[in-house]
């Protein structure tokens, strides 16, 4: 006997539009990937650290949010402006550096003081670091003094140096990366330091290259992902889909097995140049960041750390002025506006930070941790949906990403022996709302007539638990 569910839906209009007739089957025996517990992390520019009350203790409010996003989360500080960072305890020399630009890419003279909030807001998180030094304007010598720095301010929360952001755009190939990576590793290994990388751009290759040769002296394997260029963002486009990527980065899954490394996407986001607005900072980019996530921990990624921050140069941020408002809609759009557009999280110490759409699917791809992932065959009648199922103990897991702007989707749900327990849903009143809701527990009705059936409404996510059956 089965059971008739439809998930309430938020607008009584999504109940009468035409539904596509959906099937998702799942053997619960199956054998897949186990969702690392670190897979829902973040990734922010080193210049972020250069107002050091940025991560510090007494940012409680973006403290609460990384707790609530993922316990077990780990923060990688990195990006263009990792390397045009120096460190203001070191006195050798230096290469010339690069001439004063304006805006996030602002280079950056990192003070202890920094390093000292920073360890107090991991602290307060529980969260682990993966720190990015500076290999394009840097030297061996600072790279070593910075991260003995980092180590002695941080302690075991460090997980991993890596060096360089995205040398593919800096080094002809990677030979050349190769002979200017060296004698930063060298000096850092021997300096006790845990090393991950290559932290490339767009490079499968790089990361194989380097995995077969440097394997060994690495905690894990990284690069990094977006879509397209800002220009080129759209909510169709996002939905639409990136084939490509789960087959390249399934390669790179293999490779890391081969060499015994967790692969993670330290830097990650729908569309470079800062996110597009109404694209990348609205609910289409909670049902893609779910997606996304759930897509590549099926195929083993253990870490995926969206990126994001302010958009202010460090002088504009410490000199803002709060616009004293208590209205609550002026204060969201001016923490909107202070933010990279693909942000998971929007807000500066000034004004406080709130939770994107993307964070919500980031939540709900992070629901997965510890479930192992199970092949299920979806058959999409035709909308744009996709479907994941975990199992962990005596618990399945089920998530109903439905990304159609048209199509509701009655889903006909095939699980041995599992029955429903309880749902939640993400929600929004259009995919390009800037505000959504978490996940809130959805009310189900049963109906034995015809199987196990849930609608989806269109544009919407649904977190079905499901318990084993006992006979
Ligand atoms: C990446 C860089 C990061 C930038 C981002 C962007 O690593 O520092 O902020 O692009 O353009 O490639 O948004």
Redesign the pocket.
Same mark, same amino acid.
């Given at each position: 006997a089965g059971t008739f569910i439809t998930a309430r839906a938020a607008t009584s209009e999504s109940s009468n539009a035409a539904a596509a007739q959906a099937s998702f089957t799942v053997k619960p025996e199956g054998k897949g990937r186990i969702v690392s517990d670190s897979l829902a992390s973040l990734s922010y520019?080193t210049g972020q650290l250069a107002d050091p009350r940025f991560f510090s203790p007494d940012n409680h409010s973006l403290i609460a949010l990384l707790r609530e996003l993922n316990p077990n989360g780990v923060l990688r500080i990195g +990006?263009?402006?990792s390397d045009i960072t120096t460190w203001s305890e070191y006195h050798g020399t230096l290469p010339a550096q690069p001439s004063h630009t304006t805006g996030p890419q602002h280079p950056v003279t990192l003070r202890p003081e920094s390093l000292r909030n920073l360890s107090g807001f991991l602290r307060a998180t529980g969260w682990k670091l993966v720190f990015g030094v500076n290999l394009r304007a840097g030297s061996p010598a600072m790279a070593v003094a910075l991260s003995h720095a980092v180590r002695d301010a941080v302690g075991d929360s460090l997980l991993a140096i890596q060096i360089g952001?995205?040398a593919n755009n800096y080094e002809k190939d990677y030979a050349d990366f190769d002979t200017a990576w060296q004698p930063y590793a060298r000096a850092l290994r021997a300096a006790g330091m845990p090393l991950a990388g290559p932290d490339t +751009?767009a490079n499968t290759d790089w990361v194989i290259a380097y995995a077969r040769e440097h394997g060994a002296e690495n905690c894990f394997l990284s690069r990094?992902y977006y879509r397209d260029a800002a220009q080129r963002g759209s909510v169709g486009d996002l939905l639409g889909g990136d084939p490509g990527l789960l087959e390249y980065m399934e390669r790179l899954v293999d490779v890391g097995d081969e060499v015994h490394l967790p692969v993670r996407l330290t830097?990650a986001n729908s569309y470079?140049?800062?996110g597009r607005d109404g694209v990348s900072n609205v609910f289409a980019a909670a049902l893609w960041g779910a997606d996304f996530m759930l897509g590549l921990a099926s195929l083993g990624v253990s870490g995926i750390h969206f990126?994001g921050g302010t958009l202010t140069s460090v002088e504009a941020s410490l000199g803002r002025e709060v616009h004293a408002t208590t209205d609550a809609s002026s204060l969201s759009l001016q923490r909107d506006a202070a933010s990279a557009h693909y942000a998971p999280i929007a807000g500066d110490v000034a004004l406080g930070f709130q939770p994107r759409p993307l964070y919500h699917g980031m939540v709900l791809a992070q629901r997965f941790a510890g479930a192992r992932m199970l092949y299920g065959k979806l058959d999409t009648g035709g909308a744009n949906l996709a479907a994941y199922a975990g199992k962990r103990d005596d618990e399945m897991l089920l998530a109903l990403i439905n990304k159609d702007v048209l199509l509701d989707a009655d889903m006909s749900i095939d699980v041995e022996d599992f029955f429903i327990d309880s749902a939640e849903q993400l929600r929004a009143a259009s995919l390009d709302s800037r505000d959504t809701a978490g996940l809130v527990a959805t009310a189900w009705q049963g109906d034995t007539a015809q199987g196990l059936r849930i609608r989806v409404p269109r544009a919407s996510a649904l977190l079905v638990h499901m318990k084993k059956q006992h006979v």
């Open positions: 520019e +990006g263009n402006t952001n995205e +751009g990094h830097e470079y140049f800062g990126h």
